[in-house]
């Protein structure tokens, strides 16, 4: 009776949202050795959602997960506690600093979920944690797997159909014709919601035209706002007003966003509301052009622009592909992006830049070119700083070549985000090359500065393909650092090539992975060579149209115009 009556004082707390006193009742109370999986459930639960939790609260949370598998393998409240390990595991890993403990729950999980696969093969739930948990362990052909079987279950998940668009864009398995016809088939699982029809808006008393900003990545220290800070501040004030509507949400730690504020003249913070307030919002604002900076990296959000809200809808920078939606009509792009005869593989009208798609605004940190190779040493080492998961097979393959045929060299990598790093050593190791790669964590690095001034390390940059590197493509080159990059087959994966070209440095675009081998293999056997294109990068590329934000800022701002007349005829 006793047991009872404290499972039923857990239990009520715990749904009274009182976790510490939830807590408090299970450590006193419960027979420590005779814990159902739904219970360790529950009180994983509260250690994860009580206030002022630490680190420690997060790992009691995960043993509780664990331990509410182990006793239940086979039952839900078992596979339960299983998609909790994975999901709060995965959220910790890409939030905070890498945690070797968190690393080993997942480890552990990917032995758990594959065991377990036999008998949840036809949950959805089990799946979609699948997908989250090879992510972080990138294996990428797992995590399609599990994506495709998660189509062919017929899910309308947003998420789930974001996800499987998105990761699409990893390989080379899909044309961008299958990229179109994919997106076109699934943009009806993002529903339209309810709006006002844009005709019965009188836009024409806007004194300006109004220009909405959309994104889920608002804050000052994210890439993002290297490309909006200087081309929003450079429009003309008389002629536009500039409105935001973040789906960032801070946490209450951070003040990141005070520069970006500054930017615009309303500020709509909407990460709180549900997608039908937020076009509620946006036409209570008569916004005149709306710019999507998310496509699908935000699965939940990109749905308001399946709806009709403004008269212009524009898709930009975020995304990289198409996203198959009738109510978005352009997507901002430029001529070494998408070729004429394959504009019809998007469902957007192409805006084509004079120059390049987007501009970065640099930084305010000393810029102090790297000194000299040493001849007698004559080691190269290489380097890439982008997101692992861009990290292919083809490039392992394509990498590892380089580091095999030509001595004494290294390659340094680092991503922003956290991964199982020993998965990718694993990749290289089965190419002979491990003892030549060197993996550098976040909490290597104490700032942006200290980011930055790591490029300095490097002697000649490697692009990933056929998911190209933006943001770290224009910091190498900021810092003097030549990026061999190799052209490819659509937007996305045209994108080192089109900031080469506009960087002027056509001779480190390769046609293929043979000829990117020769390019690597060229400054290898060319020390000087390799030192005269650094210099040349370091003394000339701020003036290129990757880093001239006003030339930008123009070619940006008569493309609104231009757009604007044209819907206003």
């Not at 390990?85 to 905070?96: D, F, M, Q």
């Not at 790093?421 to 942006?448: A, M, Q, S």
């Amino acid at each position: 009776m006793k047991s009872n009556y404290i499972l039923q004082q857990i239990k009520e707390s715990f749904l009274a949202k009182k976790y510490d006193f939830t807590i408090k009742l299970f450590n006193e109370f419960v027979d420590q050795n005779t814990i159902p999986a739904g219970l360790n459930n529950l009180i994983g639960i509260s250690y994860i959602l009580r206030k002022n939790k630490e680190d420690k609260d997060v790992l009691l949370g995960l043993d509780c997960f664990e331990k509410a598998f182990l006793s239940e393998k086979k039952t839900i409240h078992g596979m339960e506690g299983l998609c909790n390990l994975i999901t709060v595991a995965s959220l910790n890993l890409e939030n905070k600093e890498l945690n070797e403990e968190i690393i080993e729950y997942l480890r552990r999980s990917e032995k758990y979920f594959l065991d377990s696969e036999p008998i949840f093969n036809n949950s959805l739930k089990f799946l979609t944690a699948g997908t989250t948990l090879f992510k972080y362990l990138l294996d990428n052909e797992k995590e399609k797997q599990l994506l495709q079987k998660l189509i062919n279950s017929g899910s309308d998940s947003k998420l789930i159909i974001s996800k499987y668009l998105y990761t699409k864009n990893y390989s080379t398995e899909w044309s961008q014709q299958d990229h179109y016809l994919n997106s076109k088939k699934y943009a009806s699982v993002f529903t339209k919601l309810n709006s006002t029809n844009i005709k019965k808006i009188d836009y024409k008393k806007n004194n300006k035209i109004r220009l909405g900003i959309v994104s889920g990545d608002l804050n000052d220290d994210h890439s993002i706002s290297y490309f909006l800070n200087k081309t929003l501040s450079n429009l003309n004030i008389n002629t536009f007003e500039l409105h935001a509507f973040s789906f960032y949400k801070p946490k209450i730690t951070e003040n990141n966003q005070i520069k970006l504020k500054k930017l615009f003249h309303k500020w709509n913070d909407v990460h709180s509301l549900n997608n039908q307030s937020v076009v509620n919002i946006i036409q209570e604002n008569k916004i005149d052009i709306l710019i999507d900076l998310m496509g699908y990296t935000s699965g939940e959000r990109i749905q308001i622009f399946n709806t009709r809200i403004c008269p212009i809808q524009i898709s930009w920078l975020a995304y990289c592909n198409t996203l198959g939606f009738e109510n978005i009509d352009y997507i901002i792009a430029d001529k070494n992006l998408i070729l004429e005869k394959e504009e019809k593989y998007y469902a957007e009208k192409i805006i084509k830049l004079p120059n390049i798609w987007n501009s970065h605004s640099g930084f305010i940190f000393n810029r102090n070119p790297r000194p000299y190779l040493k001849k007698q040493d004559k080691k190269i080492t290489f380097g890439s700083f982008g997101n692992f998961r861009k990290i292919s097979n083809e490039v392992v393959e394509t990498w590892s070549i380089i580091l095999s045929q030509l001595d004494n060299t290294e390659l340094i990598l680092k991503s922003s985000i956290n991964f199982d790093y020993n998965k990718l050593l694993e990749k290289f190791e089965k190419k002979g090359v491990k003892n030549k790669i060197k993996i550098f964590k976040r909490t290597d690095f104490l700032n942006l500065e200290d980011h930055i001034n790591f490029y300095d390390k490097i002697d000649l940059a490697l692009d990933t393909f056929p998911y190209n590197g933006v943001t770290t493509t224009f910091e190498a080159l900021w810092k003097g650092v030549p990026v061999i990059t190799m052209m490819g087959y659509n937007f996305n994966s045209r994108c080192g090539e089109s900031i080469i070209k506009n960087a002027g440095y056509n001779q480190l675009i390769a046609k293929n992975k043979n000829e990117y081998f020769e390019i690597a293999k060229y400054y290898y056997d060319n020390i000087k060579e390799l030192e005269k294109l650094r210099d040349k990068i370091f003394n000339e590329v701020l003036y290129t149209p990757l880093f001239d934000t006003k030339l930008f800022s123009n070619n940006f701002e008569n493309m609104l115009l231009k757009i604007y007349k044209k819907k206003n005829l």
